[in-house]
């Protein structure tokens, strides 16, 4: 129970009225992932719905006392003609291997010369040597030279004739006609649709499989297309790394796919930023299940997909706008700090949402970063408030105030603190109360500055600052400054 592969049983009990196999009263509980993989399997095989009920297909498949794979393999040779070699492809993937790995230059040249060679599946060549041996009455002799495991290929006769008596009871046709190798690939893919494999690229035998797996193609598989399904897969360690070994190969087309699974796929768009190229690309994928069969890229996409993914990035610091300067966020500053102050005012805010709304308006039209690198962006900004609540900002919360001397100092201002400017000394003479904003309800933070423009000092209260601190501060100052103004 904890090593078999359960898809038999468990389509057993879905036949059974038994829809949560899960919560089943088993004597030895399964593995909860070997139950998944029946599960899953079932549903590739179309023995169950998307639901997980059983349907009329996993129903006929039941009554055939084998494995439901090859119980498909059946149904489906059945309709295309090819019931006996379907049963000798299904008894070759069970047991021994058949043909073991060429042994010098030799063998190779004679497997190519007796078997011959077939590119679109391995199970043609095994079926090839399969008669080979059964001709020579399974004699280990005749057969070792092409490296045929004898005792193999009599016990593949054996489980063929067994899967043969199955299909009769089953009122298959075991009569063979005319067989196509169309017709077997097909049959093949029938049985194995949780193996469709994609390779990544013509010059690598790394393939993508069905379900998020990944898999190398053994290099002695006779398949070069790039969509394959494979009968075998395992495990083997590889230069020190695990890998999983893809055999038993056969080469399939789309269309097959699309007859026996149509269900199974599903067209996506996508829209994405490529962090290379610097630009909003869409991306139109066709997929068997999760397995990415095509994908055509293009720079086409909607304008405000676009707009929204290079505000992303804007916002990530990937792609800084040029003309977003510390100018702008003191202008929301402003306005935040304002709306706070006066409520009555009624000003909208700009939060971080806002704050992205805006961005995403800026690059609107565009899908390269080099678009809205040097895009305005005070027109777009400002335009969050009206006139008059311009106006109003630039009364009570305004970028610069004018002292004294003609001077207008830069008001910084923060979320978590007093609103500030920093001035030199000489810039203060004639200020002797509070610098306050907002309508006078808000006093300002004064760093005092030294000639060099280092802070001295740092005050809301002026007054106090002139009679406490000024007089020790000037004689210090006025011997390193002599040429500056001192009062």
Excluded at 111 to 118: A, F, H, K, T
Excluded at 258 to 269: H, K, M, N, S, V
Excluded at 451 to 480: C, G, M, V
Aim: aromatic letters at 6%; proline letters at 5%; glycine letters at 4%.
């Amino acid at each position: 129970m904890k090593r078999l592969d359960l898809a038999e049983v468990v389509l057993t009990l879905k036949a059974s009225d038994v829809e949560d196999v899960a919560a089943f009263r088993w004597l030895e509980p399964p593995d909860a992932r070997g139950l998944e993989r029946a599960l899953t399997l079932l549903t590739d095989l179309g023995a169950l719905d998307s639901v997980g009920s059983i349907t009329p297909l996993g129903r006929r498949m039941l009554a055939f006392p084998a494995h439901p794979r090859y119980a498909r393999m059946l149904l489906a040779a059945h309709e295309l003609g090819c019931v006996r070699p379907v049963a000798l492809i299904a008894a070759l993937t069970q047991g021994r291997n058949l043909l073991r790995r060429a042994e010098g230059k030799q063998m190779q040249e004679d497997r190519e010369s007796l078997l011959g060679e077939n590119a679109e599946s391995d199970f043609f060549t095994l079926m090839r040597a399969h008669r080979f041996a059964e001709q020579r009455n399974f004699n280990p002799q005749a057969c070792r030279p092409l490296g045929i495991n004898a005792i193999a290929a009599r016990e593949a006769a054996a489980l063929t004739d067994q899967f043969l008596r199955i299909a009769k009871d089953e009122d298959l046709n075991i009569e063979s006609g005319n067989v196509t190798d169309e017709a077997l690939q097909r049959c093949v893919l029938a049985g194995f649709p949780d193996m469709v494999a994609m390779r990544l690229d013509s010059g690598t035998l790394r393939c993508a499989l069905v379900h998020a797996r990944r898999g190398v193609l053994a290099r002695e598989s006779v398949v070069s297309t790039p969509l394959l399904v494979a009968s075998e897969v395992r495990e083997v360690e590889i230069r020190g790394e695990v890998e999983t070994l893809l055999t038993l190969a056969t080469a399939i087309r789309e269309e097959w796919l699309r007859e026996l699974f149509p269900d199974g796929f599903a067209e996506t768009a996508e829209v994405y930023f490529d962090a290379t190229l610097r630009r909003v690309l869409a991306k139109r994928q066709t997929r068997f299940r999760d397995l990415v069969l095509h994908a055509e890229q293009s720079d086409k996409v909607p304008a405000e997909q676009a707009a929204a993914l290079l505000a992303r990035e804007v916002e990530a610091g990937t792609c800084p706008l040029k003309n977003w300067d510390n100018a702008v966020d003191q202008w929301i500053l402003r306005l935040n700090q304002l709306a706070n102050w006066y409520p009555e005012f009624e000003l909208p805010k700009i939060g971080d949402d806002d704050r992205r709304m805006l961005v995403e308006q800026i690059c609107l039209g565009a899908t390269s970063y080099k678009d809205i690198k040097e895009r305005q962006v005070w027109p777009t900004v400002k335009s969050w408030l009206s006139p008059a609540q311009q106006d109003l900002l630039e009364k009570y919360a305004p970028e610069r105030i004018e002292l004294p001397n003609g001077r207008k100092a830069k008001i910084t201002y923060d979320t978590k603190a007093a609103p500030t400017i920093a001035t030199r000394i000489q810039d203060l003479y004639g200020v002797d109360t509070e610098i306050r904003i907002g309508g006078n309800r808000v006093p300002v933070v004064i760093q005092v500055l030294a000639p060099n423009h280092r802070p001295i000092q740092i005050t809301s209260n002026l007054a106090t600052f002139w009679k406490d601190s000024y007089p020790k501060i000037k004689q210090e100052l006025q011997r390193k400054y002599p040429r500056h103004e001192w009062r």
